[in-house]
């Protein structure tokens, strides 16, 4: 069974930063692309970013929501088999339990979720005004 353990979430301030953190138990690499996605209450679920992990010619390749473009950045480190989320200048409407996930079939990269295979518990982010 894949786990994965999402650390690094919390309280802040609205311009405070959060590094979150992805702890899987299976190497990132083969998973091929992990994301995170996040869900506030009675919202949709909304996938914020995406790295392929699977060691892809030319580098990795990431996907970003509009909403967290130029304010998040994805990262891993595959000798740690964990998936990073810095989160810089955050917003209210950040607010939301994170959740990151494994995707083998890469759909994450496009913003789709209906493909993810595993996911964590999640961590809250909560960020006041």
């Known amino acids: 069974q894949v786990q994965l353990v999402e650390s690094g979430g919390g309280s802040v301030q609205a311009g405070g930063s959060l590094r979150l953190s992805c702890k899987a138990s299976i190497s990132i690499y083969s998973s091929n692309c992990m994301g995170w996605f996040r869900q506030a209450p009675g919202k949709e679920r909304e996938g914020v970013a995406a790295?392929?992990?699977?060691?892809?010619?030319?580098?990795?390749?990431?996907y970003y929501a509009d909403s967290v473009k130029g304010r998040f950045t994805i990262s891993q480190d595959n000798a740690k088999n964990t998936v990073f989320l810095q989160m810089n200048s955050l917003k209210p409407e950040d607010t939301a339990m994170y959740y990151c996930?494994?995707?083998?079939?890469?759909?994450?990269?496009?913003?789709?979720?209906?493909?993810?295979?595993?996911w964590g518990q999640g961590t809250q982010v909560t960020v006041s005004s």
């Open positions: 996930a494994t995707d083998h079939g890469c759909s994450v990269l496009r913003g789709v979720l209906q493909g993810l295979d595993y």
């Open positions: 790295i392929s992990t699977g060691g892809a010619t030319g580098g990795a390749r990431t």
